[in-house]
C-alpha cells in the first residue's frame, strides 16, 4: 500500500494494474480551465480528471447563505459518488498528480484520508518527474466500472473557522499558512484582495517542502524544519487560500512523521469574508 509518495518508476509499473485509479489534479487558480485542457492534450495512460472546482470542493455558500470559502469540503456522501463514479473501491489504490509540485493532488489525497482511504500517494515530482523519466503521455481518456468504496473511520482532523477564531484568542494552536509570503504578508491583491493573514499565524510556504527538482524533501529535513514552529502537530492548524495547498504541508508533516495537524478548510478565503474576523499584515 502506498500511503504519502510514489515515484514515477513506480507507478509506471502498474499502469495497467486493476486494481489502481490513477487521478489528474492539475489546476490554476487564475485559469480554471487550464487543468482540463492540460489533460486533454496529454495525461498519464489510464488516469482520469480530477477537478479541484467540481469534483474536490462542495458549494461556496452555506444553506443559511454565508460564504463558507472559495473551496470548501463537498458533502461527504457527495464525494464518496464521486470516488465510486472514478471506479475506486475500498481495496483500491490511488495515485493523484498534477504539475505544481503537489499542490492540487496533495489535496485529494488529504480527502480520502478524510473519508477513512488510506491507500493513496501522491507522485513525487509530478507530471515534470514522469516526463523525466521518459514516460510517455496519451489523449485517449478512460472510463472506469463504478465502483463501491464506503465511507469509513477519518484519518485526518479539521477545524471550523469559530474554533480557529477561539484560538486566536488563547493561542493553544499554532497557525500555518502556506501561501506564499507576500500573500502572508498581504501585498497581494490579485488573488487575496482583503490581504493579511490569521493574527498569530506562521508562514510555511508549501514550496519550502520542495527539492529544487520538485520533489519532497527527505522526512527527516521535514521534521527539523517544521520542528522549528512547533513543538507539537497535534497543537497545530494548518491554512491557506482556500483549504487545497495547506494538504501540502499536512502530507509533508505524514513524510515527518509529524501526525495529528489539523487542516482548516475555509482557510483565508472564509477568514476574510467576515470584516469582524480579525487580520494581521506584514511578515
Partial sequence: MQTTLITAATLAQHLADPNWV???CRHDLLMPQAGREGFAIGHIQNAQFAG????LSGPKGAPDGVFKGRHPLPDRAAFIETLRHWGINDDTQVVAYDAHGGMYAARLWWMLRWIGHPAVAVLDGGMAAWQAEGLPLV??????ARGHITERPTLTSSVTVAEVLDNVSHGRKQVIDARAPDRFRGENETIDPVGGHIPGAKNRFFKDNLQADGRFKPGSQLKQEFGQL???PAHAIMQCGSGVTACHNLLALELAGLHGAALYPGSWSEWCSDPARPVATGA
Avoid at 52 to 55: K, M
Avoid at 139 to 144: F, S
Fill in 22 to 24: 490513477i487521478l489528474d
Fill in 52 to 55: 479541484i472546482d467540481d469534483d
Fill in 139 to 144: 489523449t485517449p481518456t478512460v472510463g472506469r
Fill in 230 to 232: 512547533f513543538s507539537n
